[in-house]
C-alpha cells in the first residue's frame, strides 16, 4: 500500500507536539514564517516515515494527514 502524507502549513501553529511523538524524527519546525505568524512543521527526513499516524493523531489544529493512495 501507498501512502500520501500531506500538512497544511497554514493551518500550523507550530506547537512541535507532533515533532515530539515522531519515532523516527521526520519532522522539524520551518524556518519560515506562515501567513499566521507561525513556524509551521515540515518533513524534514520524509524517507524515514513509516505512516503511523501518531503525528495526525497528536495534532491539535488537524494540520497533518495521512491518506491511502487508491490505484484505480
Known amino acids: ?8 502549513s497554514e493551518r500550523c501553529k507550530g506547537c512541535g507536539l507532533c515533532v515530539e511523538v515522531c519515532p523516527k524524527n521526520v ?20 524517507e524515514n516515515c513509516i505512516f503511523c499516524t501518531t503525528c495526525c493523531i497528536m495534532c491539535p489544529d488537524v494540520a497533518i494527514i495521512i491518506t491511502e493512495i487508491i490505484e484505480a
Do not use: T, W
Not at 1 to 8: F, G, L, P, S, V
Not at 27 to 46: C, M, R, T, W
Open 1 to 8: 500500500m501507498a501512502y500520501k502524507y500531506i500538512i497544511d
Open 27 to 46: 519532522l522539524e519546525l520551518s524556518d519560515e514564517i506562515n501567513a499566521k505568524g507561525y513556524f509551521p512543521v515540515y518533513q524534514a527526513h520524509p
